[in-house]
């Protein structure tokens, strides 16, 4: 498990009999070079003690939430932020129900609650616990916030009954963790591109043509990306979004030009993203003065540049993969299936964006991915925050990648 090598894990450890083979997966990370912090639920402390954690760990042991001590010396978003990644082992069916429903009583819940890394839960309880249609529903919620899961096994409880619900060993969890640093590691050598955000095309000084876009989309693209490894570069136009992850190289651009521009510079790439609702036309002959007003005024128009397009057909500056969005108020699939060919881009990620709730300027979306040379292949990712939704583009990506 040579990936562990001082890697940052926040373990946190829930209340449960399978408490105790918390304190061997402690010292497996130890073994092989990480460094851990961690948190005990008040429950926890009923099956281990935190000197006993403290001794394997190296590392302090986070107990109550308002704790002058422990806000003093770390708070409980500096602890998130300090962690590379934050494992719950093991998650019991009342810390699921708390994480599903955004509670945040104490210190565990409210790290997690406010933690930008990739969570790993393992959930142990007894078998009816598991089943119950309440704890179920509660996990599928995790999963769909984009938490990773190990396990549950099949097999003999400690409570004397038999199914599933029981912990994942030690070394599973230990093997698995390793191997998402490894996964990280090899995304490493992938270098990406996304553009996000509309363009202004200035008519004068004080006036411009754009679009509704908010750029949100791209914005969390970006970050998945980057999440994931990727050697991150994002070109933006105008919005209010801050990009808040400091690997990201992020380039701020207003017009389309500018955007092109910018793309050219920072090609070539192994994938690049066209998440940017670039301005079809700019006026012909901008104006230096702000116009004044008069009763008829006509504005001569020309096409802007292509990026995509350009991108998609260049020989040398292709990226291996090229991605493009068509946003649509009709005819969906027609659309998308004809600008994925006459782009001659790879995937087109495509939206309706005539429904308010989901594309421009919220915070949730639905998209259908329509791959290039496979008509009869679709990926419908139903409505989901954009956040959660550009995880799964990017697990998509990764797996054509390699």
């Avoid at 912090?37 to 302090?60: D, M, V």
Wanted: aromatic share 8%; glycine share 4%; with cysteine.
């Amino acid at each position: 498990m040579k990936n562990l090598l001082n890697k940052k894990i926040l373990f946190i450890i829930c209340g449960g009999i399978s408490a105790y083979k918390s304190l061997e997966t402690i010292r497996l990370f130890k073994k092989n070079g990480a460094e851990i912090k961690t948190i005990l639920t008040k429950s926890a402390k009923e099956f281990i003690t935190p000197l006993s954690i403290a001794s394997l760990s190296q590392g302090k042991v986070y107990e109550e939430l308002f704790s002058v001590e422990n806000e003093t010396e770390m708070d409980h978003i500096a602890l998130s932020r300090w962690a590379d990644i934050i494992l719950i082992s093991p998650i019991t069916a009342n810390t699921i129900s708390k994480l599903a429903n955004g509670n945040a009583d104490d210190l565990a819940s409210t790290v997690v609650l406010a933690s930008n890394k990739e969570i790993f839960i393992t959930p142990a309880m007894n078998v009816r616990m598991w089943d119950h249609p309440s704890t179920q529903e509660n996990f599928k919620k995790l999963q769909k916030f984009g938490y990773r899961v190990i396990g549950p096994e099949i097999g003999d409880m400690a409570c004397g009954e038999y199914g599933e619900g029981k912990m994942s060993e030690p070394s599973l969890i230990a093997n698995k963790i390793d191997q998402y640093f490894l996964s990280l590691k090899q995304n490493k050598k992938y270098k990406a591109l996304v553009t996000a955000g509309p363009t202004q095309e200035y008519i004068d000084p004080v006036r411009y043509i754009t679009n509704k876009s908010s750029g949100k989309q791209g914005y969390e693209l970006a970050k998945s990306l980057s999440k994931k490894g990727f050697e991150t570069t994002l070109i933006s136009g105008p919005t209010n979004l801050e990009i808040g992850d400091t690997e990201i190289k992020i380039i701020q651009v207003e017009t389309a030009d500018e955007m092109f521009r910018a793309t050219q510079e920072n090609l070539p790439a192994d994938v690049a993203i066209f998440a940017a609702a670039v301005a079809d036309f700019k006026v012909n002959k901008t104006f230096n003065n702000k116009i004044k007003k008069t009763e008829n005024l006509s504005l001569e128009l020309e096409k802007n540049i292509d990026i995509l397009n350009y991108v998609s057909n260049h020989n040398s500056l292709r990226p291996k993969l090229v991605i493009g969005f068509a946003a649509e108020t009709e005819n969906l699939g027609k659309n998308a299936e004809t600008k994925l060919l006459n782009k001659n881009c790879d995937w087109i990620i495509a939206n309706d964006v005539s429904n308010k709730k989901i594309g421009f300027d919220s915070d949730f979306n639905e998209v259908t991915i329509y791959y290039k040379n496979n008509s009869l292949k679709k990926d419908n990712l139903s409505f989901k925050k954009k956040s959660e939704l550009s995880d799964e583009i990017v697990d998509k990506i990764i797996n054509q990648l390699n």
